[in-house]
């Protein structure tokens, strides 16, 4: 396994903050790992980036990180090296080109905050989901944002969802409209 990320710097990033994403490093990488997922997108990389990959490194998975910053102060760290991880220099709506083919079973969204580009982004990439892959959504509770417009107004496809409200809200979506792109089964294998 590679060592670009221990459990005890992703325990410390854990406690480092009460707000953010810090409080649900953990909970991206169990929900990363207990999907058993292969293919994931995520808007807005960081320390998300390396939790993601530690989990991926046991079910084989593949991540397309998208961020306008080319994200060298944090990922430095042999990340860039990395075979299961495309890293996408661009802005969300113009990456849009680069992952038209792709299939995800997994995507996190903490990149852009205002509404209306998170709303394109999900217009984009969830009708390339897997029916039963996961949507996180973070920032949902934020008071500087509108978010939660989206949230409330999720009806243009089939979902279940829950808003975990620490950290300014993370709102985990499950895919239930069948959009043709498979079904997302668990193997629930021993390791």
């Keep these: 396994m590679n060592d670009f990320l221990d459990w005890a710097e992703m325990i410390t990033r854990h406690h480092a903050n009460d707000a953010g994403f810090c409080r649900h490093y953990l909970a991206l990488y169990s929900h ?6 292969q293919n994931a997108f995520e808007f807005g990389g960081g320390f998300s980036t390396k939790v993601i990959l530690k989990a991926l490194e046991l079910t084989h998975g593949y991540l397309t990180t998208c961020d306008i910053r080319p994200l060298a102060y944090d990922l430095s760290n042999g990340l860039s090296k990395y075979a299961g991880w495309t890293f996408l220099c661009k802005d969300s709506l113009s990456a849009y080109n680069d992952f038209k083919g792709g299939v995800f079973d997994f995507v996190l969204h903490d990149g852009a905050h205002d509404a209306n580009t998170v709303y394109k982004d999900m ?6 989901m897997m029916t039963g892959g996961l949507f996180l959504l973070h920032d949902t509770a934020h008071p500087q944002y509108d978010l939660h ?3 409330n107004n999720l009806g ?6 829950v808003t975990l409200p620490y950290g300014y809200g993370l709102t985990i979506i499950t895919i239930e409209e069948d959009f043709g792109n498979g ?3 668990i193997e629930w294998k021993k390791r």
């Design 149 to 151: 417009k989206i949230v």
């Design 183 to 185: 079904i997302k089964t």
């Design 123 to 128: 217009r984009n990439i969830v009708p390339r």
């Design 32 to 37: 990363v790992l207990g999907m058993e997922t």
């Design 156 to 161: 243009w496809f089939k979902n279940s969802h």
